[in-house]
C-alpha cells in the first residue's frame, strides 16, 4: 500500500478536463455533420480513448494506493471505488460499461460504430465532468 498522490491526481484531473473541451466540439455538432467527415469521428474516438484510459488511470492509482484487491480487468474499478466511498452507487451504474467502450475503441477500431461514438457523446459526455467532481470531492476531505 503506498500513498495517493494527490498532487499528480489533480494533474490528471486537469488533463481530462483538456479532453473535455475537445470533446465539447464534437458533442456540439449535429449528428449528420459528425458523420460525414472522418476527421470528425476519428478525433472524437481518439480524445474518447485517452478521456477514458485517463479516468482509469485515476482508479488504478487509487486501488494501488489503498491496497484494494481487485482483478486486472478494468471493468470493475468504478464498482469498488463506489464501494469505497471515492465514486457514488449511481456513477458507478450509469458508467459500469465505459471500460468496456474503451476497448472497442482500441481492440474493435477497424469496427467502431460511427453512430455509436456519436451517441456515446451525447449520453455520457457529463460523466466526464462529474467524476472530476467525485474525485475532486474525495481528495478535498481526505485533506481535512
Known sequence: MSEIDKELLRRKLEILREYIQKLQEFRSMDEQT??????????AEHYLQLAIELVLDVCRHFIVAMGLKTSEDSRGFFELLAKNGILT???????????????RLVHE?????????????????????????????YLERQEK
Open 34 to 43: 459528425f458523420l460525414i467527415d472522418y476527421h470528425n469521428f476519428g478525433l
Open 109 to 137: 477500431y477497424s469496427e467502431i460504430n460511427h453512430k455509436r461514438v456519436y451517441q456515446y457523446l451525447q449520453d455520457y459526455f457529463d460523466e466526464f465532468e462529474k467524476f472530476i467532481v467525485l474525485i475532486s470531492k
Open 89 to 103: 452507487q449511481d456513477f458507478f451504474e450509469k458508467n459500469k460499461n465505459m471500460s468496456g467502450f474503451r476497448n
